[in-house]
């Protein structure tokens, strides 16, 4: 979505959300930055991608989620910034979300080593990329068990989804914090 902006915007704001977009990136792919710079970025990003109301591009970013993606960064909101002393906070564990936008499926795990946590369920993408979500299983392991968590829920678990592209997703939840995953292969 941020590229079509680009050439909307002009060389300067076009260049500033590039510049935005590697801060964001070294964090994905480097964990390397700090706390102010990023939230900077994306506080940037978000406001383009608000005003971007290209739907067709929308959707084609959303379809760049199909796929695995590991989580590196979560905000929380501002009373959870004060607790980790305004420094980033890399998810100390492995934790992949499964997306496929195809068949609305969706999974949140944590693995650690040989033992899987899992929450699968469905997806819905709304306009303005939003991306809505309920789980229907629980597994631990080989074991599962059906389950419905957030179906009927009046405000459904969401993302807004900021900037998708071939390596890292950024995306704002419903809480008010914001989330970074890097795309990975395997899990």
Do not use: H
């Not at 994905?28 to 067709?56: N, S, Y």
């Not at 795990?109 to 789980?135: D, H, K, T």
Request: charged share 30%; net charge neutral; proline share 3%.
């Amino acid at each position: 979505a941020l590229a079509g902006l680009r050439g909307q915007a002009g060389g300067a704001v076009g260049e500033s959300l590039e510049a935005d977009r590697q801060v964001v990136r070294r964090v994905a792919l480097e964990k390397e930055g700090e706390l102010a710079e990023v939230l900077e970025a994306v506080k940037r990003l978000e406001t383009a991608a608000r005003r971007d109301k290209d739907e067709a591009r929308d959707r084609a970013m959303l379809e760049k989620l199909t796929g695995k993606w590991r989580l590196i960064v979560t905000t929380g909101d501002q009373k959870g910034r004060a607790v980790t002393g305004g420094k980033l906070s890399y998810f100390p564990v492995k934790a992949v979300q499964q997306f496929d936008c195809e068949t609305n499926f969706i999974c949140n795990g944590v693995y650690l080593g040989p033992i899987s946590f899992e929450f699968s369920g469905e997806l819905e993408l709304l306009p303005l990329r939003r991306l809505e979500f309920f789980f229907n299983k629980v597994s631990l392991g080989p074991l599962s068990l059906n389950v419905e968590v957030g179906k009927d829920a009046k405000k459904k678990p969401s993302f807004q989804w900021i900037d998708v592209n071939d390596e890292f997703a950024l995306a704002r939840g419903a809480g008010g914090g914001f989330g970074l995953w890097k795309r990975v292969e395997e899990i």
